[in-house]
């Protein structure tokens, strides 16, 4: 299915609370624009998510454009997600193409301010990973972190939470630049405060750079 769980997007100061999701989602498209792709929803703006489980397995193929895709939501501006958990497998992945950036995350893809509180990912992360380029040869840039791709914003902040799940981020293309960590792909801005990583961290390509957390 290219729908998500719940909904397309969760707009302003909607509250969602005690929710388990399971089964698959899948997305497939050709379209040159971003988007985002998660479980629960594409987006989320300004709203707030407590006590919240998915255990969906979320793939995201062969797309040419550039994602946000998360566990729980692809992007994630002004909101808070308290007590929330990921179990369902989180896999981006482009055959072949170049100029990709794609932020990918076991909560959150894109998360721009906001706030994620005593939450986990407890399974693997896969932003565009192959460990050959026989089985992918696109090029670009891929952020993908444990709990967060991408975080920005003097407000956003990531606290009390942690990531056991496998993170890989990335493929041997020459072209390729990858981003990967136990908790965050890359940090722009924001504040990461007792949080820490049990997870194995790996990124391929040209210049990668990891970031395994341990506050």
């Given amino acids: 299915t290219n729908t998500p ?28 624009e971003g988007y985002g792709y998660g479980a629960i929803a594409r987006n989320i703006n300004s709203s707030t998510i407590n006590t919240t489980t998915n255990m969906i397995d979320l793939r995201v193929e062969n797309s040419n454009s550039n994602n946000d895709i998360g566990g729980l939501f692809g992007k994630a501006v002004n909101s808070t997600i308290l007590y929330s958990s990921n179990y369902g497998p989180v896999h981006s ?6 100029g990709y950036a ?4 076991g909560l959150v893809g894109y998360m721009e301010g906001g706030r994620v ?27 993908t972190g444990g709990l967060v791709g991408y975080m920005l914003g003097e407000t956003a ?16 293309t020459n072209g390729s630049v990858s981003y990967a960590g136990g908790i965050v792909g ?17 990124a391929l390509g040209k210049n ?6 341990t506050t």
């Fill in 117 to 143: 509180g005593y939450s986990y990912n407890a399974t693997s992360v896969l932003g565009n990973y192959a460990s050959t380029s026989d089985l992918s040869s696109s090029q670009g840039t891929f952020y």
């Fill in 102 to 105: 794609d932020n990918v995350g």
């Fill in 5 to 32: 769980a719940l909904a397309t997007t969760i707009n302003e100061s909607s509250t969602i609370s005690n929710i388990t999701l399971s089964g698959q989602v899948k997305y497939t498209k050709t379209s040159n």
């Fill in 157 to 172: 902040g990531i606290d009390n939470s942690y990531n056991s799940g496998m993170i890989k981020s990335g493929n041997k």
């Fill in 208 to 213: 990668p750079e990891y970031i395994i957390t």
């Fill in 93 to 98: 992945y482009h055959e072949s193409g170049s």
């Fill in 186 to 202: 890359y940090a722009e801005s924001g504040l990461i405060d007792t949080c820490y990583n049990e997870g194995t961290v790996e």
